[in-house]
């Protein structure tokens, strides 16, 4: 967090929205003169980042995440913006603890966050959040760094939690599910990601990335499968009833 917010000293207003953390994050924002910290309870990404925007008294906005930091280069560049588009696509480079992985399901990664909120809001899928954007956008040349995991066992433990919201936020009633779906997915995240992308290029990381991808992905397509199974009869019970 502190890495992030020394990033954002050039900023005219610093915000940072907090749902309860225990990892000293209030009293690290506090320390930034300056910077509002703001709670909100959790329920969604969209909505936590939407009450983001709606406290903003400025127009353009940055948004990133406490793991994200912008290096020199990229706020040079932003400085030298100028600001006559609706939006900006800014890269991420992302690590696995010290490993910066280069290839795979995680390059290139562009994600719309420095852009005028009168014309865009937050929207899409959670936890695959977006920001829905009216005009013209750019990409930036160069890219933040993304800290995205310190451990493998945070990777694992995050990105369950991840499956387990998708599940729960994709899985529509009208949904039509095909036999061998999951492992159908499974294995066509794994060779678009180890094969199609190189990931092989990152040695052992990549090939562990790839690797438990995959297996959430099949993981999230047969629970998303029971929990239709499930709903369905739930639903045929009450019709019986």
Not at 75 to 86: K, T
Request: glycine residues 6%; charged residues 25%; contains cysteine.
């Amino acid at each position: 967090m502190a890495s992030c917010l020394d990033a954002l000293s050039w900023c005219d207003e610093i915000i940072v929205i907090d749902s309860g953390s225990t990892d000293r994050t209030q009293q690290i924002v506090e320390s930034y003169p300056g910077t509002k910290f703001l709670y909100r309870r959790f329920d969604t990404y969209i909505a936590q980042k939407n009450f983001a925007l709606d406290h903003c008294q400025h127009d353009w906005v940055i948004s990133v995440d406490a793991d994200e930091v912008l290096p020199d280069p990229l706020i040079d560049e932003i400085q030298q913006l100028p600001f006559d588009v609706a939006g900006y696509f800014v890269g991420r480079r992302s690590f696995l603890g010290d490993q910066e992985i280069k290839y795979g399901s995680w390059n290139p990664d562009y994600k719309l966050r420095l852009f005028r909120r009168s014309v865009g809001r937050w929207g899409g899928s959670n936890p695959h959040e977006r920001v829905l954007l009216e005009g013209p956008t750019q990409r930036l040349n160069v890219r933040m760094l993304h800290y995205s995991y310190r451990t493998r066992q945070e990777f694992l433990h995050r990105n369950r939690k991840y499956m387990q919201m998708l599940v729960e936020h994709q899985t529509r009633p009208d949904r039509k599910t095909y036999p061998g779906e999951p492992m159908l997915h499974g294995c066509g995240n794994f060779v678009k990601s180890y094969l199609l992308r190189r990931g092989f290029m990152d040695g052992s990381a990549g090939l562990y990335i790839a690797y438990h991808m995959a297996r959430l992905s099949y993981e999230k397509h047969a629970l998303m499968t029971q929990k239709l199974k499930d709903d369905k009869a739930a639903s045929n019970l009450r019709q019986s009833a």
